[in-house]
């Protein structure tokens, strides 16, 4: 099956520096990877869409210069929090779409998310 | 704007007793609808989807869900419990045909009892 990695599971910093989660599709190319951001005991909520080779589409309220994404390969998308701050401590959960022709198309995979606290 | 909307934010049954949550969505045309099972700490795997056809769709671990239009809901269901089932589920929907922006209800955290 679909198989979404994320790295680190966990991370802890200080306040102001800067911290990169990455995601990647272990058996498959995944040109739309999304971003996700859950806190604790609510819903995911949509950050931003990452293709391939072009500029991540952010939803509204999400600060683009803060949280950098980058999708620079097919299996690839990596999403930097910038000068982190306590508030920005969260669950972050990343999915890849399933490429198409396959039987899954229209299924977005989820990796197991990384949880970050700014201390 | 689609809303997914899950009425329970919890809720507690016995071991070997059945299960259903309930998924109300509003959407202008019908979604793809999804189940998903959340552990803590963890990310989400799916439970199962309708996208057509058949209104009662089997999943893993012994759940389905029934697709109705005329309530626009997707209430998930099983019928006898284990404990391992504790866990939060969600229900998310999806425009037609894409899997993009898939909007997520606030979830249900489910316990079970021995």
């Known amino acids: 099956g679909a198989v979404v990695s994320q790295h680190p599971s966990w991370v802890i910093c200080k306040s102001g520096t800067s911290v990169k989660i990455e995601c990647r599709s272990l058996d498959f190319q995944a040109t739309t990877m999304f971003w996700y951001r859950q806190f604790p005991k609510q819903s995911l909520m949509l950050m931003a869409t990452?293709?391939?080779?072009?500029?991540?589409?952010?939803e509204q309220g999400v600060e683009k210069d803060k949280f950098l994404i980058n999708h620079a390969s097919l299996t690839l998308s990596t999403l930097t929090v910038t000068s982190a701050h306590p508030e920005d401590s969260s669950f972050y959960i990343c999915s890849a779409r399933a490429p198409r022709g396959g039987h899954s198309y229209n299924e977005q995979f989820f990796g197991p998310g990384t949880r970050l606290t700014v201390l | 704007a689609q809303s997914v909307t899950q009425p329970d934010i919890h809720i507690t049954v016995s071991e070997g007793a059945s299960l259903e949550l309930r998924c109300n969505y509003s959407y202008g045309a019908t979604p793809y609808l999804f189940w998903y099972v959340q552990s803590p700490g963890q990310g989400l795997q799916l439970l199962l989807k309708y996208f057509s056809g058949d209104t009662l769709v089997q999943g893993i671990k012994g759940f389905e869900a029934e697709f109705k239009r005329s309530q626009s809901s997707f209430n998930l269901r099983k019928p006898s419990v284990h404990w391992s089932d504790a866990a939060e589920y969600f229900c998310a929907v999806g425009p037609p045909s894409s899997a993009r922006q898939l909007t997520f209800g606030s979830g249900t955290q489910l316990t079970v009892l021995p």
């Open positions: 990452s293709n391939e080779g072009s500029k991540a589409t952010y």
